[in-house]
């Protein structure tokens, strides 16, 4: 009997797996190559990486983490839409941030303290260049001064579950002023 083919999602995290890794962590980066298919594939995603070791100190993450460029900006901070309705601006006229994205599966328990673990390893905002050294495109000066206001360190959780799909949630390390309607 034939062995069937694989999946696409399968052959994806199939190739993206990497050569020398401990079966401990192979699902993780499983999950990792999974929300990436995800954000690539159905929700129209750029630039985006898998990141293992933390930008502050490059020692490992606490698990993997994704990051890239979604199609339209994520979150609007509170200060950001005063200041967008001052200059009569749309949330389309605003380039968009490069976002972290930290994959987890439904059945995985999340505290407070791993959550704190995550924050403690990134900076604000994800760097465009790779790991690996190889750079990415230059962010413009408009994106560097939205980041210095975009109000502190966030992510966008993504879980998983066992059927594939895969909801998100934006997280922030602390307490947030509410958004205006």
């Known amino acids: 009997m034939e062995k069937p083919s694989l999946s696409a999602l399968s052959s994806f995290i ?7 890794i401990p079966i401990a962590d192979l699902q993780q980066h499983g999950l990792a190559a ?23 100190d490059k020692r490992p993450l606490p698990k993997p983490l994704v990051s890239g460029l979604p199609p339209h900006r994520i979150y609007v901070h509170p200060d950001e839409q005063i200041e967008m309705l001052k ?6 006229d605003i380039p968009v941030e490069r976002e972290w994205v930290l994959p987890t599966h439904l059945r995985e328990k999340w505290s407070l ?12 905002m994800p760097s465009a260049a790779r790991e690996d050294g190889q750079g990415m495109p230059k962010d413009g000066a408009e ?10 360190k966030r992510l966008l959780l993504a879980t998983a579950g066992d059927d594939s799909t895969v909801v ?3 997280v922030h390390d602390g307490i947030v002023k509410p958004r205006q309607n």
Not at 145 to 152: H, Q, T
């Open 14 to 20: 199939e190739a993206s797996k990497p050569a020398e």
């Open 113 to 124: 303290r791993k959550f704190a673990q995550v924050f403690d390893a990134i900076i604000e």
């Open 34 to 56: 999974q929300v990436l298919h995800n954000l690539q594939y159905q929700h129209d995603w750029t630039e985006l990486q898998v990141h293992t070791q933390s930008p502050i």
């Open 143 to 152: 994106t560097k001064e939205i980041r210095s206001r975009r109000g502190g």
């Open 87 to 92: 200059q009569n601006l749309q949330e389309k």
């Open 168 to 170: 998100y949630y934006v």
